[in-house]
T-cell receptor, first 113, second 110 residues
């Protein structure tokens, strides 16, 4: 069974440019998470979806970040415009309902220059 | 803000020794999970312990949970060089919100 797939793996952009990340969760996983991980730190939750509904987006910087999960499957996370401080690894994870273990993708390493 | 805090931040041991990492948290939880992350890779789930459980085993891993002290520990027995990684605890509250600590970096020397 395929795991959580993210693309791209790496992205380098100039500040003020837009960027988008894509995530395909494990089939049948209704819950999808986006995390941001800075170097030397643990993942920080940005948004959690239950099917199409964003049930927790309290940590998402809504002035520049947006996310969507169409049809309750794939999801995209967008930053517009990017700032230098957005450089980090963006991780997507999915799980079955019931606060169970999360399966993580390999992440997208974003560098803003 | 991070709820879980791991201790120590870094741990270096010889192959064959046991490694113990601790996690403290602040608010009520539904469960607590431990993950491993190899350098440059995604996180891999190791073990989940529910708030009504006190101890769990999985292979060479042993996890304890003390809800009165709001703390958990992860013990890796007979460590191997391949266990070298960062280990994170994550708390999940009763609304399903997960919060990770900043991890313990474990180095196992061959």
């Amino acid at each position: 069974e395929a795991g959580v797939v993210q693309s791209p793996r790496y992205k380098i952009i100039e500040k003020k440019q837009p960027v988008a990340f894509w995530c395909n969760p494990i089939s049948g996983h209704n819950t999808l998470y986006w995390y941001r991980q800075n170097l030397g730190q643990g993942p920080e939750l940005l948004i959690r979806y239950e099917n199409e509904e964003a049930v927790d987006d309290s940590q998402l910087p809504k002035d520049r970040f947006s996310a969507e999960r169409l049809k309750g499957v794939d999801s995209t996370l967008k930053i517009q415009p990017a700032e230098l401080g957005d450089s980090a690894v963006y991780l997507c994870a999915s799980s079955t309902p019931g606060y169970t273990e999360a399966f993580f993708g390999q992440g997208t390493r974003l560098t803003v220059v | 803000s991070q709820q879980g805090e791991e201790d120590p931040q870094a741990l270096s041991i010889q192959e064959g020794e046991n490694a113990t990492m601790n996690c403290s948290y602040k608010t009520s939880i539904n469960n607590l999970q431990w993950y491993r992350q190899n350098s440059g890779r995604g996180l891999v789930h190791l073990i989940l312990i529910r708030s009504n459980e006190r101890e769990k085993h999985s292979g060479r891993l042993r996890v304890t949970l003390d809800t009165s002290k709001k703390s958990s520990s992860l013990l890796i027995t007979a460590s191997r060089a391949a266990d070298t990684a960062s280990y994170f605890c994550a708390t999940v509250d009763n609304a399903g919100k997960s919060t990770f600590g900043d991890g313990t970096t474990l180095t196992v020397k061959p």
